[in-house]
């Protein structure tokens, strides 16, 4: 369970509100039944001292003390929950017998102030709740009554008892419950949104033109596909006016450098020229071999970003690599650099031999020229899952955390420091991201200052090795260097 997702805020936010209810309808539940407990049993006392005295005590003058004190006891010395007392000319005239909770002796308790009526509720010293009514009555003849009738409420307690511990017990259950098919249910209205995502992830990585499937729901979901839409087609509009301008003006360059170049190389051939002027000269034609390398990386850049399909065939990435660090081992032993292979898999991808060299390539030269004297750069390539991966790693300085973010940005340089001759020109590792791009491949780098870098890329496994034949680049081929 993802405690971040949005499926689990929802739950969370429901489960707390029920909470809430449920607690504010427990209490209320226990008030309520609390209450009409408690009015129950005071609409029984005041029934039992009316009866007590219309029927026996306004019969006390004409048939005397005996026969009322009589009459009471028959009618209510048989309630084991309620105790009558009647008071008359300041003493006790009757009390009934304690009732069957044995902690209760009605002659402990105490008789009420003289001016009292009314209903109070007190505990006894023995710990019992009583709840008393209390009736001043003036019988026909003139005789002054008062008429207390009590009952222990240990039954009533006992009840409330229960139910707060069924309260207690029940609402986490139906909250556990609520909780998790909430989360359980959620999973259906989400479902449409996880399944956008997913498409979403999917949009640019073949070709441009891609864009999300809108439900005809009429609900938010279909506004959100709209409005996603909606902003891909300005993003790709903008992606695609970015391509057009680097290709528009990388081709209108190669023109003027052609001319520039034929020029040079025809005044260089005058004679009589200076040393200063054949200096001047060489000097400006290697710059213009450098904006040329510039503008066909820049073009290559841009082919590559349009989105255009390149032929490809099946290629063994191990073969490829392998033939690749052949040719690069004296450009190696020139720079005083071990260039090793290690743990090369079998491994087959779809793809185009030529730009999945150049990739090789450039990541071995960049090893290579980030490197310092003496060290090693390894190539592996290896079998992960359903991916084919290519690592290169060196043991340089490494790049600084700062820059990992914007290697892949064209002419950005980790180490400002470098010269254009050994720096390059900050287009490689922009063209292996394209050509990642372009093979629906990805790339990461992992370094640390002082421990070197590892790049990694991944690439669709395109079959079986033992499937049908495949493409590799011999020990006399070149990549194009870009």
Known sequence: MKFVSLRFRVTAWSAGFLAIALTISSIAVYVGVRQFLTLSVQRTLRSMSLSIETMFLSQWGR????????????????????????????TEAYRSTDLRDSALKIASVSLPADDFQGFSRFRTNSGVDVL??????TAPDGEKFVVITGAALNAMNRVLHSLFLVLLAVCPCVLFLAALAGYVLFTRP??????????????GRGHMGERLPVPATGDELQRLANSLNRMID??????????????????????????IRGELEQAIQEPGLTVAAMDGIGSALEEIDRMSQIVQSLMAVAYLDSGEQMETVSVQLDRLAA???EQMQLLAEERDLTLVGESMDCVVVNGNPTRLKQVIVNLV?????????????????????????????????GIPETSLPFIFDRFYRADKARSRSTGGMGLGLSIVKAICNAHNADIS????????TVVTVEFPLAQAISAAPFVYAHANSQAPRL
């Open 132 to 137: 008393e009514y209390v009736d001043h009555y």
């Open 190 to 203: 989400l479902k449409p949104v996880s399944v956008l995502t997913e498409q979403a992830e999917n949009i």
């Open 365 to 397: 030269d960049n090893a290579m020229k980030y490197n310092q004297s003496g060290g090693t750069v390894r190539v592996c390539v290896m079998a992960r899952g359903n991916h084919a991966v290519l690592q290169v790693a060196d043991n340089g300085p």
């Open 445 to 452: 780098v992992t370094s640390s200052e002082g421990s070197g």
């Open 234 to 259: 300005r993003l790709e509009e903008a992606l695609d006016h970015n391509h057009r301008f680097s290709a528009d003006a990388s081709h209108e360059l190669r023109t003027p450098l052609t001319i």
């Open 323 to 325: 033939s690749t660090i």
């Open 63 to 90: 048939k005397g003390e005996s026969w009322a004190v009589g009459e009471t006891r028959e009618s209510f010395s048989g309630s084991a929950d309620y105790f009558v007392r009647i008071l008359h000319a300041g």
